[in-house]
């Protein structure tokens, strides 16, 4: 008769096991020439060719594309409650926020979910959705660092220790480019089911990881199943970023910073962006690792 309640009383220690799994399951300088002697000719030949050197050189370098999008919406915000009644039944209203020190650079929440059946086990569910936006700056313009960390994160995915039977394939209609990983887990608890899918839209990066299991005797949930419903948040994640940068985006965007300057925005998140893309390039999952540093806390 107490069973039920202990498996509820295991669900945060199974949260941070799934939230492990998850995230094991982003100059020219012209010089001039100047001369103390010579001829009258011979200064004023100098005098004429250093305007066009430096025109020929600045011609060559070519300009940075500004990025599409500079804000994001709010990461709790990304999913409209029908989705996430869906895809998280006991805990759509239980959203957490992760740790960010630029809402407008990046942000990520997560959903747990466990359905008590009683005697019969118990349906564990977990999502999370992470936004990563790249502004264009000396490094590049900000879609191609995007797609430059999508890989990386598609990689991670890829990559997870004890992954069973890892499959990728490329999600359609959404974004620019998307592609899904889906692979098994074995735990004591139960085998739990992985979804990850990561997409691009511009500059910015869209994480979806979704994952679920049957504890204490229930059954396994259907990969498949899971995968459709992770696809659909992840379309509706990345129709979310678009219409935050609508008119501006000022409805429902996650209050970017008040611009000090034009070169302040693209600097800061720059840096902010720097730092995701080393910690993935290890391919060791960090797809999602600092999402799920944030969830393993809070759980």
Avoid at 7 to 15: D, E, H, N
Avoid at 194 to 216: F, K, S
Wanted: positive net charge; glycine residues 10%.
């Amino acid at each position: 008769m107490h069973r039920p309640v202990q498996r509820v009383g295991r669900a945060p220690r199974l949260t941070r096991i799934l939230v492990s799994a998850a995230a094991v399951p982003v100059m020219l300088v012209a010089a001039g020439c100047s001369s103390d002697s010579g001829s009258g000719g011979d200064a004023q030949k100098s005098a004429s060719a250093a305007p066009g050197a430096t025109v020929s050189e600045s011609a060559s370098t070519p300009a940075v594309k500004p990025a599409a999008y500079a804000t994001l919406p709010k990461p709790c915000s990304v999913l409209p409650k029908k989705t996430l009644g869906e895809l998280v039944p006991k805990g759509s209203k239980a959203g957490k926020s992760g740790e960010s020190d630029d809402l407008a650079q990046r942000g990520n929440c997560n959903w747990s979910s466990l359905d008590n059946n009683g005697v019969k086990g118990s349906q564990f569910r977990w999502l999370n959705v992470a936004l990563l936006r790249f502004d264009s700056d000396a490094r590049g313009a900000g879609d191609e660092q995007a797609h430059a960390y999508f890989q990386k994160q598609v990689l991670g995915a890829q990559s997870v220790a004890g992954a069973l039977d890892s499959r990728s394939a490329p999600v359609a209609g959404t974004g620019d480019e998307a592609t899904a990983v889906r692979y098994g887990l074995k735990k004591k608890e139960g085998s739990f089911k992985q979804q990850t899918i990561v997409a691009r839209v511009e500059n910015v990066v869209v994480t979806v990881d979704y994952n679920g299991a049957g504890l204490a005797g229930e059954k396994t949930p259907d990969a498949a199943g899971l995968l459709k419903a992770a696809e659909k948040a992840t379309k509706e994640a990345v129709a979310a970023v678009a219409a935050a940068n609508e008119d501006g985006g000022a409805a429902s965007t996650a209050s970017p910073a008040p611009a000090s300057s034009s070169k302040a925005p693209s600097a800061s998140p720059s840096r902010s962006a720097a730092k995701d893309s080393s910690k993935t390039a290890g391919g060791t999952g960090s797809a999602s690792a600092s999402p799920s540093k944030s969830a393993a806390k809070r759980n």
